[in-house]
């Protein structure tokens, strides 16, 4: 009973997304050595899964993603990191859903996560924003030193705006290389 699980789809007893759901998501076209990476192309399955992590707090969808992330972090990565939420978010939530998503992830590929970015005092989210607004992306700032090959782990794609801010700062930061690892993305960036 206390280990009871239920898809964030439909509901079905038994699984975190019941093999039905899971049969229905669209893999996302990965390009051997892409800088940028995606699980899933980010249909309404993709989204109700996203939106079940993040708005109705079921962090144990972190493994299940972190489980489809691992295959898509390269084995010569130094540390992942993860896109922030707003703070007003993460109190809101209780969490930051790209901690635990990078968190996750690092426990099943042995690298190690860290924090090497925040958002800027009155940054605010870019849910909710125009196409234009989320253009401009994220403020993020610089809170942890880092080298190498990067990983940065984001919840979902739409414009590609907080991934290229992220990947700027990492690599004026000294990050070698930053590949970006996310749940979902929409389709015009997924190929």
Known sequence: MFFEHRCAVCGADGARVCSSCESTLQPAPV????????VYVLDPVAREIVAALKYRRERRLA???????????????EVITWCPATPCRVRRRGFDQGRELAAATSGLVGVPSKRLLRRARGDDRQTGRTR?????????????RCA????????????????????RILLEAGAVRVVAVTLAATPQHTS
């Open 63 to 77: 493994v299940w993603f972190a489980r489809r992330l691992a295959p898509l972090v390269p084995r010569n990565a």
């Open 31 to 38: 390009e051997p050595g892409a800088a940028d990476r995606s």
């Open 132 to 144: 234009e607004e989320r253009l401009v992306g994220p403020r993020l700032e610089l809170v942890g």
């Open 148 to 167: 190498g090959l990067v990983v940065l782990v984001d919840d979902v794609t739409t414009t590609g705006a907080t991934v290229a801010t992220a990947r």
